[in-house]
Nanobody, 124 residues
Framework: QFHVAESGGGLVQPGESLRLSCAAG????????IGWFRQAPGKEREGISC????????HFTDSVKDRFTLSRDFVKNTAYLQMNNLQPGDTAIYFC?????????????????WGQGTQVAVSS
């Protein structure tokens, strides 16, 4: 059964970093595009980043560009979202998702496999 599971969230102070993991099960990570989304309290889910299956295309929304990076470990079948210089506005539940297509998109309906999310809180 296809699934993904996020981990790595926590409480950090402004300016600190976290690395979120997205472990894939039941499918080969390199065959799927991976998207990262977040939902802050009282706000709609926001697509913040994606990577194509070949890894040749990545996208970051303006709010996280230059602070967040993506990587993948095909041995562990896991994708990562490195988040640097975290700010209170980054507080949210973070989700990773996988899609059958290899194309990178932050359009949520394009994804068919979703994790349960991991909480990130940034506060001094």
């Amino acid at each position: 059964q296809f699934h993904v599971a996020e981990s790595g969230g926590g409480l950090v102070q402004p300016g600190e970093s976290l690395r979120l993991s997205c472990a894939a099960g039941g499918f080969i990570l390199r065959n799927s595009a991976i998207g990262w989304f977040r939902q802050a309290p009282g706000k709609e889910r926001e697509g913040i980043s994606c990577i194509s299956s070949l890894g040749t295309i990545t996208h970051f929304t303006d709010s996280v560009k230059d602070r967040f990076t993506l990587s993948r470990d095909f041995v562990k079948n896991t994708a990562y979202l490195q988040m640097n210089n975290l700010q209170p506005g980054d507080t949210a539940i973070y989700f990773c998702a996988a899609r059958q297509s290899g194309d990178c998109t932050t359009y949520a309906p394009g994804y068919i496999v979703w994790g349960q999310g991991t909480q990130v809180a940034v506060s001094s």
